[in-house]
């Protein structure tokens, strides 16, 4: 693929970051998965000092604009799947730093009074500004990812409308960036429990020290540690009513555009296979079989051709979809069930390829394979977790059957 | 069989060939399955891959209860359980301790087919035996030996001995009355960092031996512990052998056929260790499925694609089961199944244990799908039995080495 210029220098300057930053000390992150001790300040060199976290914050309110722009999927994906490269986790938590303020952030539904609110917490910062979208409640798991079925049916968080604040109550699990990290909620809830009406669908914004929000420990989980999430508690959190994004019907309607946005993670498959491609090369380079090195084995080779189809196909279909989602003029709104299968289609096969190639890899290297000082099985471990979170590949399967065949019982 | 109605399967039910085992067996089985769910299942949340714990419960089994020298005779102070007729009473113990901590399992396993195999090789004499056997058959601290195997060699770098395709990683050389062992970096199967004693398939002057070397002989040079992605309990560590002087009794001839049977006797029992651990992963998210609720009204179990894969999980199980358990009658009766020799076993329980490390992988992969956040979340141990059964996979070989060694024997090809 030819790249552009703004794509080299942006790739240009990743790369640099990953190379010092992260890549010589990634091996010790699992055991830094609680303190971040290694992984702030990787993060904070990305996000602050390189700038990144005003990346989609549009440039009235001190940000580079992504949002404002037709290239805002293009670029999230030679972002993220750069940072991905060096740790998928790094590169999940900063894509979900900008998840929330998709809402009020990207045209054509730019809401400038809550860009001034939030925006300084992006661009005027000396430390990360940890976003979150809180959407998974205990009872039901990917349910409210389920939105074209459920219409939000199943959400129990609830908003009540106290005078001129929002009171908030519910229980969610798992957001990103949680554990103690979080600045900014996006929370996902309903202002009437129980309705199919998407337009009781809330989408408001809680700053993390508002008083009622309690954010439980850190999970422990297979990978992916710089990804922390935990519990977090709303108890009568009141903010006021202009943090509501947008209001009834649109909070819904966009909402939809977040989760299909979200799927651009493909790119945090995607980005790890590219390095267990490199590594893999030099392994196989390496290291010899009944005397010949190991690619030059016809049927090990078989095996790497499987490696490299599944990298570029998954590749090309992640170019794909995000050219779709800058071309809304072409291609329909990034909110419609077109594109939230065209989304979900690409996550779900870029995270199945790249985990099955990964696992290859594995199987190809032997021993090592298994050994962390080959990073082979960090990605491994990371890209599976890239495969079961969003609602997972059996809701991935449901949105897009029900695009392609009509389906209207799923 | 007269038609009945549906009684649908108890819960864990996975048919084995139980006319395949005695009482005896079945007795030993019972009391694995009772040391797995009190000192490793029941405790979980409490000690998670604590190493001191797993250890002490590996001691528990091993020695006190004597798994280790269950197959050593009588006179060198085991059990006396025959070979190679103990395989399906090892098979159901190697499924229960899968079950609970398929690192103990994998790491007793190759210890036992060690044993197995030594047993059986013609080449190693009483004398070998009988100084071998109280490190399997004392009841004192577990002396674990680790397992330096042919494996793979470096790309241009010196030739070496080549064994089923692998590279033989030592070599042997006479000096004086004894010989001297080197290798460099040598990567064992398991606990080359905790191991009291090295077991080193190594080229010799006369063709192949197999090495057995105190970790505390000079010249041994453990590297760092190794991080793996599972199987905690096997430490693992290169290790370099700098001209290790070992007594001329140190170094046991072998022939291509003890590899093969050692190769067979530790696909087998790790393929039962896999099963097992596929087994808890189904009684995992069975819980999961019984009381998860879907788009708030029914549960997970009920909802047909989540049905469609659950099915999937407990398919791939009984397949391996039985594939497992007839690889363990092959071995058990030589000539039973038409198997002969040991290439005929090796390359049988190549394709067996090949398959059956995929399906169980494949069993879990779909049991996290499922359970999706909670599928890698540490407190509901799937995780840990998915990276467990992917270290093991790697560890004992992966589809392509043997595809070329069935294409071999099933096809005359010349490519390994």
Known sequence: MTSSPAETYIRKIIRGWAETAVMPYRRNYDEDWNDHRLIEPAFKALMVDLGFQKALIPAEFGGWNFGNTDYLATASAWMFEEVARADSGIALAFGVCYWPMVMVAVKPHINRRLCAEFAPLFVDSDKPAYGVVAMTEPQGGSDIENFDMLHGRTIKTTARRDGNEWVINGHKLWPTNTGGLADLFGVVCTTQPGSEKEEDVAYIYVPADTPGVTQGNAYEKAGMAADKNGDVWFDDVRVPLRYRAHGPGLDSLYFKEVLTLGMMSAAYSIGPMMNVYEILYEFCSQKSLNGKPLKEHDAIAAELAEIATGIEVSRAALFRLAMMLDRPDRYGPRWSPAMLAQARLTKMFAADRCLEGCGKAMEIMGTYGADRNWDVEKHWRDLKMGQLYEGGKQLAQMDTARFFYDCETL | ?416
């Open chain 2, 1 to 416: 069989m007269k038609e009945e109605e549906s009684r649908g399967a108890p819960r864990g039910y996975f048919p084995y060939p139980k006319e395949w085992l005695d009482a005896e067996s079945e007795g030993i089985a019972e009391s694995v399955k009772r040391w797995a769910d009190l000192e490793l299942i029941g405790k979980r949340l409490q000690f998670r891959e604590n190493f001191e714990h797993q250890m002490k419960s590996f001691k528990v089994l091993a020695a006190d209860m004597g798994l280790h020298g269950l197959i050593w005779p009588v006179d060198l102070g085991g059990t006396g359980f025959p070979l190679p007729g103990a395989s399906s009473t090892l098979v159901r113990v190697y499924e229960e301790i899968g079950r609970a901590e398929p690192g103990i399992g994998y790491v007793s396993a190759v210890n036992v087919a060690l044993a197995a195999a030594l047993l059986e090789e013609e080449a190693a004499d009483d004398e070998l035996k009988a100084r071998v056997a109280p490190a399997f058959c004392g009841d004192g601290d577990i002396q674990l030996f680790s397992l330096v195997l042919p494996g793979l060699g470096t790309a241009g770098g010196e030739p070496r001995t080549i064994l089923s395709g692998r590279e033989v990683q030592a070599v042997v050389r006479g000096d004086g009355d004894g010989w001297l062992l080197s290798a460099e970096g040598a990567r064992p199967i398991n606990s080359g960092y905790n191991a009291s004693v090295y077991a080193v398939i190594a080229s010799t002057p006369d063709g192949l031996g197999i090495a057995f070397v105190d970790a505390d002989a000079e010249g041994v040079e453990r590297g760092e512990l190794l991080k793996t992605t599972g199987l905690s309990v096997s430490l693992n560590a290169d290790v370099t052998f700098n001209r290790v002087r070992l007594a001329k009794n140190a170094v046991v001839p072998i022939r291509s056929g003890f590899f093969r049977n050692l190769s067979a006797w530790i696909r087998l029992l790790a393929a039962a260790v896999a099963i097992g651990s596929a087994m808890d992963v189904y009684a995992i998210v069975r819980d999961w499925a019984d009381n998860r609720i879907i788009k708030g009204k029914g549960l997970l179990r009920d909802n047909p694609m989540d049905a469609a894969v659950l099915a999937q999980v407990a398919m791939d199980i009984v397949e391996s089961r039985s594939l497992v358990h007839s690889l363990a009658r092959a071995v058990a009766i030589p000539g039973g199944f038409g198997i002969e020799t040991s290439e005929d076993l090796y390359i049988m329980s190549g394709i067996l244990s090949v398959r059956v490390l995929e399906n169980c992988m494949h069993a879990v992969n779909r049991a996290m799908e499922l359970m999706a956040s909670a599928g890698y979340a540490r407190e509901w141990h799937v995780e840990k039995h998915w990276r467990d059964l992917k270290t093991m996979q790697v560890y004992i070989g992966g589809r392509t080495p043997v595809e070329m060694e069935v294409a071999g024997y099933y096809f005359g090809s010349d490519i390994i």
